[in-house]
């Protein structure tokens, strides 16, 4: 069965502060992609990045970085030097073909962060 | 690009009342949209898959005569909440991928929030 967990349900740092959301996941399929969304309080979410199963390269995007680990079935979200303005809930989702050959996503149940002045 | 627009953001209605909702891709073909419902501070629950032209594909648990879905055109799913109850409100998000890409990230429109009185 498809399962995303993120243990954190709420983070708080001070400004400029770096913090790390995890990011835990289970699939039977070998072939499967994960992704990280932002939501902040207006409720759109926001896409940051996609990941194959293939590649286990990590990403960096300006203060945001990526570290994906299949030995552990992990997909972390590092914001650096964080801001006010990253205040949101971010959700982690996998995306595999196992149950009904339509990619779909499974979301984790979030990580509210809360970044302080 | 890619942007995804729902209309409309708030609406509240009467208990018994039918509420629809439109999710449409403005900038690009969407053969399939998903269809989420979200508590307070839960996450993304997947309702159903739309597909254009053909049925919508409800997950278990899902009232198919409650939650109407129907996706006329490759821009354009409509969810239709009928005989509302106040255990209907929720925030409701639709989310379209570009039409041949299967396993493509997800884009989401502002979601819409229903209150039921």
């Known amino acids: 069965a498809q399962k995303v967990t993120q243990a954190q349900t709420e983070i708080s740092v001070v400004e400029k502060e770096d913090v790390t959301l995890d990011c835990v996941y289970e699939?039977?399929?070998?072939?499967?992609?994960l992704f990280w969304y932002k939501q902040p309080p207006s409720g759109e979410l926001v896409f940051l990045i996609r990941?194959?199963?293939?590649?286990?390269q990590n990403e960096i995007s300006g203060r945001y970085s990526w570290n994906f680990q299949k030995s552990t079935s992990s997909f972390n979200f590092t914001i650096t030097a964080s801001q006010v303005v990253d205040s949101a809930v971010y959700f982690c989702?996998?995306?595999?073909?196992?149950?009904?050959?339509?990619?779909?996503?499974?979301f984790g149940t979030g990580t509210r962060l809360k970044v302080l002045a | 690009g890619a942007v995804v627009s729902q209309h409309p953001s708030w609406v509240i209605c009467k208990s018994g009342t039918s509420v629809k909702i439109e999710c449409r891709s403005l900038?690009?073909?969407?053969?399939?949209m998903f269809w989420y419902r979200q508590f307070p501070k839960q996450s993304l629950m997947l309702m159903a898959t739309?597909?254009?032209?053909?049925?919508?594909?409800?997950e278990q648990g899902v009232e198919k005569d409650k939650f109407l879905i129907n996706h006329a055109s490759l821009t354009l799913s409509t969810l239709t909440v009928t005989s509302a109850h106040p255990e209907d409100s929720s925030f409701y998000i639709c989310?379209?991928?570009?039409?041949?890409?299967?396993?493509?990230?997800?884009?989401f429109g502002e979601g819409s929030r229903l209150t039921v009185l």
């Open positions: 699939t039977r399929d070998t072939t499967y992609y």
């Open positions: 990941r194959n199963s293939f590649d286990e």
């Open positions: 989310s379209a991928r570009l039409s041949g890409r299967v396993t493509g990230e997800l884009f």
């Open positions: 989702a996998l995306s595999d073909s196992s149950t009904s050959g339509t990619y779909k996503y499974i």
């Open positions: 739309s597909n254009e032209g053909s049925k919508a594909t409800y």
């Open positions: 900038d690009f073909q969407a053969t399939t």
